[in-house]
């Protein structure tokens, strides 16, 4: 194009000055609107207890639900979910890398493929290839998350809960469709409290001596205790 922001002397003497690298310019395209939310459901996943012992994925056990919403505008796309950020709630107490061994999400009552979970003690990311996790133009789904426990390390009465971050909240989508709204309108959505229950079908040794000489009390003291199938204390 004819340049019209300087003379044509100075841009001819800059050009011939310089060494004529190429210049490549990349653009990425946001073809939806960012109108896509998370927002509380109807109903949450009541509060119970988590047996230690739900340590497999057939038992995973639901403890959170949220609404994923595609509110609908002109463009007439729909959210193509690629990222879901869970991160612990206010009266959380357990360890969730310590305590966490998977998760799972529903959209209704069918599952969806996810990628490796990061899991970590401040948050967890389910990563969703682009197309399994479709929310349609001007609708909701219903997201169920369920979990399984490791099967050591288990703190018999920690807490787990749940909790969406609106301000940050860690959502991603498919540019090609809808976007996530960086602050979810909403506000958080949390979840009940889940308190894992440690029950001890077994007495194991907990804590053997290391020096035992006759007449002298052995030291450290042996120790036994309650304990699951996995040595988990009770």
Known sequence: PVNGSAPANVITALYEM?????????????????TSEASSPASQVAGASISS?????????DVFKIDIDDLGTAEGLATKVTNIRIKPGVS???????????VKIKNGG??????????TDAYIDIPITS??????NAASSLITLSLYLNT???VDGAVLSFMIDA?????????TGSVFNSTFTGGDITSNNFTIDVIATQISFIQQSSTVVVNTAMSPSVTVAGTDINGNVD
């Open 110 to 119: 069918t599952g969806v493929t996810i990628g490796t979970p990061v899991i």
């Open 92 to 102: 959380n107490t357990a360890d969730w890398t310590d305590h966490i061994q998977g």
């Open 167 to 175: 301000d940050n909240n860690g959502f991603n989508s498919d540019p």
């Open 152 to 154: 050591s390390d288990i």
């Open 131 to 136: 197309g399994n996790l479709d929310i349609a």
């Open 18 to 34: 310089s060494d004529h690298y190429p210049v490549t310019l990349k653009l990425d395209f946001q073809v939806g609107y960012a």
């Open 53 to 61: 012992l739900t340590d497999t994925d057939p038992e995973a056990m």
